[in-house]
């Protein structure tokens, strides 16, 4: 063992690597002929000899590939040493890799599932008329619901919708009566900022309609999607909520993913979070877009992806999202 | 909204119910409690005394030293800055040990040289009301020695704290009594009935002058008082009032906010030296009015107004006139209980920028029929705590002539509810018809459907569709009783759109082999930024409203902001 350890040692060029490789460990070398020797012991002694053959090889290799390396990095030292086309004062090419925007990976996400689901994915427009954003989904004018969110009007009387709810009558309009749907978007609301505020954040709403779609059908279907989007088995909670657009309305909150329901900072110590809101879809939008309540119903739910991307992700400030800092941007993982 | 539970025991037995315990059903099955807040903790401590001896302190002018029997084998050596105290007067001890709601502590002290065991509390000091002049005096006969959380029984209370925003299709709920109604169905117990009959027995007195010019006014109610010169406000009306954060402003104006809290319905006292033939309608458009917390307003054509021979006095239910106010000189009034239309209040409270306890009301679409609960109370309260009073007019009420319909029959069949749900009701006729029963929907249950006549406080924007009246049964029911179901229709997975495809590719492409990165920017031009650059960029619509004036092009080129974007990441 000592005897080739020194032989190793001595070594001080790629060729004489060689030789000793094929010396020792190649296929007809010393090593290797040893271990086809081995089957010639006695039973008895043929565990031990084959341990201790084992460790042997082993430390001989491991030494092997040092020297390797170290002739190698010697070998490319001198080369930009005296070689006189490099020059290694300049600084090196960054290899950098792009980044999809964390708003993007969570959408993608719903849509897959959601679509695995049977739902239709919807992009709609962010510019949307008054009577989409509001009158269609049982908000009159008048309504004290129109308070409940400071519009951005535009100077053609249209506006940037407040709600991806602005898309559900186009969506019954065009796929009902009988339809199941997502339509995830960017949504605007006039609105000072802060760590937890922006003016503008992406929702996502989802609707099924059918002939017998019932609130234990809603409680199902939200259990599903947000275990999925999770990836781990969420409870939901519904509770009283007012919304116009449906009738009964409630607050839906989810077993807290990040502790299981234990009670975390997350969850603020409750085990439940607030999730969004969803209800039977109101009988008058419905009516609006020429569907019998008489004969179909369904529901509609809504859910903050802007909040559930600073979850995922543990963002602390909204702002962070819409500022175009790509150093934030690209130390985000799917 | 600030709600007492003291106060809600009024209307409905509590016992064996904490706070918490009303707070979390509340939550689940009527409104979102935001907090839960206890007052009076640990007050258990003071106790009435009787200030036996009270001498000047050596060392200061304005300190007292007292000594004070508890009820213990010695009395209490206390020292006391109180300009009012004196021998003979009972008072309440805080006495060593007591932690005072401000959270300091009452241990032995040496104030100057002397010692003092124990502190004379004012109510403010308690926090049972906010005015404070001086230490309580309690009555001469009260015992000596009893907590003092016996004598004022609504110093321990808890304060239930609701989001107003999930109220908003509830305009039952804005009072005391609305929320023990629904207690009262949560927890089975019975509701407090309210007795309007002795506001007839005025009837026969002369009627007040009141007409209504615009149907934007549902009702109005008028009646007049005299006498109330050198009335008190009731500490127990003042520190209810206190409690829900509002101070004492007199027995008249504390009067009108404590029904209003009780019931919902909004009311006005007007001095009655000032209110003649009392009139609601609009006046010309572009005249003034000053509200009697001095907003000067100028009225639209559309804005209602309190009228007095043809000149306006108040802002129809969102606030007062300057002109009508009462004051302390005010000895007789006229107390106001109306109804207005929803739309109307909450379009005038945007136009002037005030939203009063009253507006906040009113765009809820209030019941007509609180006019009989609110100005029976008032009846009740004056003759509790003013008996000088005399009552001088006949409660005046004039509806009109295009009431919205306060009243309707609603059917739901079984089979709506069952399949609305997803939970089989069968069975369940009893519970079903207890809690509707309670709420006040007179239910007539029969093999296949349920047909309720909805009462008029959750009639006129509430409740209108079966959809409505399901949501009655079913969070009654609990919906943590739903069990999930998963839907029966056809599930196969939707492929996207071609569309939607390219988009998801074009970025993967972007931004996995030629390391581009997604960014989100700012959908209109930062103007700043364009003169800097010294770009034009084509306009794709203006904001009315943008959030800074400047920057109100919507883009519909992404040049500008992906420079900035560069920029700032160079």
Redesign the interface.
Known sequence: MNDIEKELEQIQTEAEMAEFHKNYLSKTGKLTMMMAGLKDLPASERAEAGKRYNELKRAIESQFFKKQASLRAKAVNEKLKNDPLIDITIPAIKK??????P??HLT?RV?EIC???????V?GN??VTEFENFDAVNIP??H??R??QDT?????G?L?KTQTSALQHEILKKHGP?V?AIFPGRCYR?EATDASHE??FFQCEGM?V?E??????L???M?TILSQIFGREIEV??????FPFV??G??LDGSCPFCGGKGCSVCKHSGWIELGGCG?I??NVLKMADVNPEQY?GFAFGFGLTRLAMMQYAINDVRL???????F??GIKR | MKISVDWLREYVDLKDITAQQIADKL??????VEEVVSLGRGLESVVVGKILTCDAHPQSDHLHLLTVDVGKKEPLHIVCGAPNARAGIVVAVATVGTVMPDGMEIVPAKIRGCESFGMCCSYAELGYKAEDEGIIELPLDTKIGLSITEVLPGLQDEIIDIDN??L??RPDLWGHYGIARELAVIFDRPLKPIDTALVHEYDKLPALNVKIEDNHCLSYGAIKMGNFGGVVSPDVMQNRLYKLGHNSHGFLVDLTNYVMFAFGNPLHAFDAQKVDKISVGTVKAGTEFTTLKDNVVTATKDMLFIKSNGQPIALAGVMGGKNSEITTETTDTVFEVATFD??NI??TS?AVGIRSDASMRY??ALDPELNWLAVAEVLRLVRKYAPQVEVKSAFTRVVADNLPVMTREIVVTKKMLN?????DFSGLDDMVERKLTGLGFQPKIDAEKIVVTVPSWRAWKDVT?P??V??EI??NYG??N???????????????TA??KAK?TL??L???K??????????WYDTKTLKHLNLTAPSY???????NKDDNQ?RSSMLP?ML??AS??K
């Open positions: 950098t890799q792009g980044s999809l925007h708003i993007t993608r849509a679509s695995s689901m049977g739902f239709l994915v992009d962010e510019v004018a008048d004290p619901a308070d409940m951005f009007w535009l100077t053609n249209k940037l009988v199941s006039n003016f503008s099924m059918g017998n779609i019932s609130i234990a059908n409680i199902y279907v259990k909670r519904l509770r009283p909520g007012f009738e009964p409630f607050e039977m109101h009988e119903q999202l819409n500022s175009g800092n790509l150093e941007l690209r | 939550t689940q099955i009527t409104c979102e925003k999930s908003t299709n929803a739309s909450r379009r945007v765009e809820k399949s609305f749900t997803g939970v569709t959809a409505d399901v949501e079913i969070r919906y943590q739903i069990q999930p179901v998963a839907p029966l229709v056809e599930i196969a997975p939707v492929p996207f569309v939607a998801d970025k993967d972007l931004a996995w030629y390391a581009f990165s997604e960014v989100h920017t700012n959908i619509a203006t904001v009315a409203n943008p959030f919507i902001s900035t974007v700032l990441n």
